[in-house]
Nanobody
Framework: QVRVVESGGGLVHPGGSLRLSCAAS????????IDWYRQAPGKERDLIAG???????YYSDSVRGRFTISRDIAKNIAYLQMDMLKPEDTAVYFCAIVQAENEQKYWGQGTQVTVSS
């Protein structure tokens, strides 16, 4: 059974940093992407960053230049380094593991990030 667990969220002041982790277990297939999404209260869940199996990365305009996605392939862990955080980054952050064969997504439960003074 595939299990995806996010961690590392918390409360941080504007301008601060956090590093989120996404740990996947029970993986018996090729992973195509590991993606990070976020969902603010009353808003849709948006894709903000992703990393492909061959290392290519994607960032939304809202986080490009401030967030960095990385991946430890051997451990099936992905990270999202978030710097220069802003109050508008406040959201629940979700990790999604995308299976290569059929692009099925496996989601974690999310981790809350709150940016406030």
């Amino acid at each position: 059974q595939v299990r995806v667990v996010e961690s590392g969220g918390g409360l941080v002041h504007p301008g601060g940093s956090l590093r989120l982790s996404c740990a996947a277990s029970g993986i018996n297939f090729k992973i195509k992407y590991i993606d990070w999404y976020r969902q603010a209260p009353g808003k849709e869940r948006d894709l903000i960053a992703g990393i492909a199996d061959y290392g290519s990365t994607y960032y939304s305009d809202s986080v490009r230049g401030r967030f960095t996605i990385s991946r430890d392939i051997a451990k099936n862990i992905a990270y999202l380094q978030m710097d220069m955080l802003k109050p508008e980054d406040t959201a629940v952050y979700f990790c999604a593991i995308v299976q290569a064969e059929n692009e099925q997504k496996y989601w974690g439960q999310g981790t809350q990030v709150t940016v406030s003074s």
